[in-house]
C-alpha cells in the first residue's frame, strides 16, 4: 500500500504574490520568463536608475506685495507695463485697478515733457500707453503701419475697423441718431453739438468720410434738449472751452508720437551705421589674419579708406554690385561670407590691399625652397648621366 501524502500548506499571500511577479520578456531574440521585481538592466549590463527631478527654484511674481509691485513697475517703461498687465488675468486686476495709478503715473514721468504730464480725466494711463507705444489695431490686432491713432476718439484703429465699429457714425445719420436720442422731436442747435463732438477727419477719398464718436454726441443732446436759450449759451461757452483743451491735448500727443518716432529712426540708423563701421573691422582684421594690409601709409583701414575702395569699385563696371554690398552692407560680417572669398578677391581685384610682410616672406621662403629642390634634383640628374 502506498505511503499516504500530505497536503501541502497553502502558500501565504505575500509569498503568492511574489510567485505570479513573472513575466514574458524579449531577451537576446527569445521570449522568456523573467522576474518581474529584478533589476532592469542596460545594454551595458548596468543597472538602470531613476532620475530624480530636482525641484526648480523660481521667482513667482504674484506673491509680491502689491505696493513693492508697483514700485518697481514704476521704473519701467509704460508699454512694459501694460505688456506685463496682459500676462494674466491677476495681474490685469492688479495694474487696472486705481491703486496702481502711481506706478503708471511714476513710469510716464521719465518719458513725457511738461506739456502733457497731466491728461484728462477721460482717457486712463494704459489707454493713453496704447495709443502712444502700440502700432497694432485694438480689434483686429494688425499692424497700424506706422499710422496714427485716433487720440480725439481715444481709439487705435485701423481703417476698416473704425468704419465698421457702431461706435462711430458719419455727419448724415447725426439728425436721425439726435432724434432717437430726443424720443423722435426735432433737436435745437445741432450744429454746435456737432461741432463739440470728438471726430476723425475724413481720408479725403470716397468711403472714408468724417466720423464722429456716438456716445459723446448722444449725451450732449440728452443734456441740451431741456436748456432754455441763456442755460445753452452758458453750457455752450463751457463746450467750446473744454473742446478746445481736447483739440490741444490731441495736438501735443501727435507731436510727441512723432518725436518718439524720430528718435527711434534715429536710434536705428546709428546702430545701422555702427554695425557698418564694426562689419569693416572686422574685414580689416581678417585680411591681417590672412596676411594682407592696405596700400595705405601704416596699413591703416578707416573710413577714408573703404570710402575710397567704394568709390574704385562703383566706378569699374566690369565689377558685380555685390562686392560693393559686401563691403558697405550694414550688418556683421559672419564666416560665411568670409570664407566665400568674394570679399577678399575684389580687394586684390581693385588694388588696394597688397600682401603683407609676413605673406610675402612666407611666398619667398616657398620659392627659394623650390629652387634650391630644382637645383638638388637637377644635380641628381647629372650625376646619374656621368655615371652612365
Request: glycine share 6%; charged share 35%.
Amino acid at each position: 500500500m502506498p505511503p499516504k501524502r500530505t497536503k501541502s500548506a497553502k502558500p501565504s499571500e505575500q509569498k503568492a504574490q511574489t510567485a505570479d511577479t513573472s513575466v514574458t520578456r524579449c531577451v537576446g531574440g527569445k521570449r522568456k520568463r523573467v522576474d518581474a521585481t529584478a533589476p532592469t538592466r542596460g545594454r551595458r549590463g548596468n543597472t538602470a536608475k531613476k532620475v530624480k527631478l530636482e525641484e526648480i527654484v523660481y521667482f513667482r511674481l504674484l506673491d509680491v506685495p502689491a505696493d513693492v509691485l508697483y514700485e518697481i513697475c514704476s521704473y519701467l517703461h509704460p508699454l512694459m507695463v501694460l505688456y506685463l498687465s496682459r500676462a494674466c488675468k491677476t495681474l490685469r486686476s492688479i495694474f487696472m485697478s486705481e491703486a496702481s495709478r502711481y506706478a503708471w503715473r511714476t513710469s510716464f514721468e521719465s518719458i513725457f515733457f511738461d506739456g502733457i504730464r497731466d491728461v484728462r480725466s477721460d482717457i486712463c494711463e494704459p489707454r493713453l500707453a496704447n495709443l502712444l507705444f502700440e502700432d497694432r489695431c485694438d480689434r483686429c490686432l494688425k499692424s497700424r503701419k506706422g499710422e496714427f491713432p485716433q487720440f480725439m476718439l481715444r481709439v487705435n484703429l485701423c481703417q476698416t475697423c473704425l468704419y465698421k465699429s457702431p461706435d462711430f457714425l458719419p455727419a448724415k445719420f447725426l439728425r436721425e441718431t439726435a432724434e432717437e436720442a430726443n424720443n423722435g422731436k426735432y433737436v435745437r442747435h445741432l450744429g454746435w453739438i456737432k461741432r463739440f463732438t470728438p471726430s476723425t477727419p475724413s481720408l479725403g477719398y470716397f468711403g472714408t468720410p468724417e466720423l464722429f464718436d456716438r456716445a459723446s454726441f448722444v449725451e450732449m443732446v440728452e443734456e441740451t434738449k431741456d436748456l432754455t436759450l441763456d442755460e445753452f449759451c452758458v453750457w455752450r461757452d463751457k463746450e467750446k472751452e473744454n473742446f478746445e483743451s481736447l483739440k490741444d491735448e490731441c495736438r501735443q500727443l501727435k507731436e510727441f508720437k512723432i518725436e518718439m518716432a524720430e528718435c527711434a529712426a534715429l536710434e536705428k540708423a546709428e546702430k545701422r551705421r555702427a554695425a557698418g563701421v564694426q562689419r569693416r573691422k572686422d574685414i580689416a582684421a581678417r585680411l591681417a589674419e590672412a596676411g594682407y594690409t592696405t596700400n595705405r601709409p601704416g596699413g591703416e583701414a578707416d573710413e577714408e579708406f573703404w570710402g575710397d575702395v567704394l568709390r574704385t569699385l562703383s566706378r569699374d563696371k566690369l565689377t558685380p554690385s555685390r562686392y560693393r554690398t559686401l563691403i558697405s552692407r550694414q550688418a556683421p560680417l559672419t564666416d560665411k561670407e568670409w570664407k566665400e572669398g568674394d570679399i577678399l578677391k575684389c580687394l586684390i581685384d581693385c588694388g588696394k590691399i597688397v600682401e603683407g610682410d609676413k605673406l610675402r616672406a612666407a611666398r619667398e621662403k616657398k620659392g627659394s625652397t623650390g629652387q634650391r629642390a630644382k637645383t638638388v634634383a637637377e644635380g641628381l640628374k647629372r650625376g646619374a648621366k656621368s655615371l652612365s
